[in-house]
């Protein structure tokens, strides 16, 4: 699991967290796209299913395209195409970012490759940055073989921005219960792999809320079985040596003081906690283990899951209450029987 500060994001309010804003494009309802180049317009096809583009070998460049806004405050996006191909097409879809009133692609191009599919399918693929300043997206379809046929149906742009209110604990909550229990509170779904930033295979859901004196951030991963789970480290210390087994990690940062902080559990109530510093902003962080904050963890584990809640402490943190400037949050898994490493925040 990554131990850098730069997975952070960094936000507005005292607890907010990221969260998406889903646009789908239907093509079954005739929204408009566009064939290039114009010469070649007969190459694109409406069917009541969708736009069929049709490539022959005599044609050298064909490609379908249309646009999508960036809603203010978007950061990144994840995509997913329905769609079907010919065997060997080798679909993607190019997306040029652009300034108002800039060319296309002048703020910046990804390529997402998708596999073949001969049948109707949904890909998802990876979670994509969005440069600053892009207002527009210029989205191209096409195939990356000599010849072929790629049907698309709908497109979702799940964009992500920076502003998620996070529900404060009910009256009544009870913190040792199970997360999947909790009767209040936010969840968030989807962990990226650390490296690639593609989906994790095994997934992880977070729960969250908090109340004046403390944060509780809930993990609630899928097991196959309890004894996959890796569990050697059995020390009931603090900065106990639990990285070479399974592990959940929650980091919280507070850039206006140049803080920040690691905890960490495996199956086996051993804990890990950090304090991470920066002399100044663009140095960088470093790991003080010595630090030993006031926190708890509270480990469930059952046959199909491992479930686990971090309590944190406002004061260990240094807070008199409810932080009143912008935080830094991310969690991550290290998953040793699936030898993944996955994080929220991708």
């Keep these: 699991m990554t131990r850098k500060l730069s997975c952070l994001i960094y936000l507005i309010g005292a607890i907010a967290f990221l969260s998406a804003q889903a646009v789908n494009y239907d093509f079954t309802t005739s929204r408009r796209v566009t064939a290039y180049p114009l010469k070649e317009a007969a190459a694109l096809v409406e069917t009541p299913e969708g736009y069929v583009l049709s490539k022959t070998p005599e044609q050298e460049l064909l490609c379908a395209y249309f646009y999508a806004s960036v809603p203010a405050n978007a950061n990144a996006l994840t995509v997913a195409v329905t769609y079907k191909s010919s065997a060997n097409a080798n679909p993607q879809i190019s997306l040029n970012f652009n300034r108002q009133g800039g060319p296309n692609g002048g703020n910046g191009t990804t390529r997402v490759n998708l596999p073949s599919a001969t049948e109707w399918t949904t890909s998802s693929a990876a979670l994509v940055?969005?440069?600053?300043?892009?207002?527009?997206?210029?989205?191209?379809?096409s195939g990356q073989a000599n010849a072929y046929e790629?049907?698309?149906?709908?497109i979702t742009f799940s964009f992500l921005d920076d502003n998620a209110v996070v529900a404060s604990s009910a009256p009544g909550f009870d913190p040792e219960l199970p997360p999947s229990e909790w009767s209040s509170g936010s969840s968030l779904t989807g962990f990226?792999?650390?490296?690639?930033?593609?989906?994790a295979l095994e997934q992880?859901?977070?729960?969250?809320?908090?109340?004046?004196?403390?944060?509780?951030?809930?993990?609630?991963?899928p097991i196959n079985s309890p004894d996959e789970l890796r569990r050697e480290c059995t020390n009931a210390i603090q900065d106990a040596p639990i990285f070479t087994d399974d592990c959940f990690e929650l980091f919280i940062s507070a850039p206006f003081r140049h803080l920040a902080w690691q905890f960490a559990t495996n199956p086996n109530n051993c804990t890990f906690e950090a304090e991470l510093k920066q002399n100044m902003p663009g140095d960088p962080w470093k790991v003080f283990s010595q630090w030993n904050g006031s926190w708890k963890v509270i480990n469930h584990i059952d046959k199909k899951d491992w479930q686990a809640t971090f309590i944190i402490p406002w004061k260990s943190l240094g807070f008199d209450g409810l932080p009143t400037q912008s935080l830094g949050f991310n969690a991550g898994r290290e998953n040793k029987a699936g030898r993944e490493n996955s994080q929220w925040n991708s």
């Design 150 to 154: 790629l049907a698309f149906q709908k």
């Design 192 to 199: 990226y792999f650390c490296v690639s930033a593609e989906p």
């Design 204 to 221: 992880t859901e977070l729960k969250l809320t908090y109340d004046a004196s403390n944060l509780y951030v809930g993990f609630i991963a």
């Design 129 to 141: 940055d969005i440069p600053p300043e892009s207002a527009i997206i210029q989205c191209v379809l």
